[in-house]
């Protein structure tokens, strides 16, 4: 059975900067590509979210890399059967600057 999935307000406002900025210095190809590779993500770690490597034990956090600029940042609820979308992170951002 797939996972369901919750966006917290920083995954939406990550993502929703990240397509602004696409829009921006890219085209619209390059926004559906990211947007067509993230749902394409979340979908895999709906069925296995065990799949991306663990990133920080202690919280359960997980990680999968987008693209190489983008890291999705997860945790994973296993009795409640929940992922929780935490963040998009810029991977030229030192990711001990990551706020939990």
Do not use: C, G
């Not at 994973?76 to 030192?94: G, M, R």
Request: net charge positive; no cysteine.
């Amino acid at each position: 059975m797939a996972y369901n999935v919750i966006w917290s307000d920083e995954a939406i406002k990550t993502f929703d900067s990240n397509i602004i900025f696409l829009e921006r210095e890219w085209n619209k190809n390059v926004v559906k590509k990211f947007v067509v590779n993230v749902f394409n993500t979340i979908e895999t770690i709906q069925l296995n979210p065990l799949l991306y490597k663990q990133f920080y034990k202690t919280k359960r956090i997980r990680s999968a890399i987008i693209t190489k600029q983008i890291t999705l940042f997860y945790r994973i609820n296993k009795s409640k059967k929940v992922i929780e979308l935490i963040t998009f992170w810029n991977n030229h951002k030192d990711p001990k600057k990551l706020k939990w």
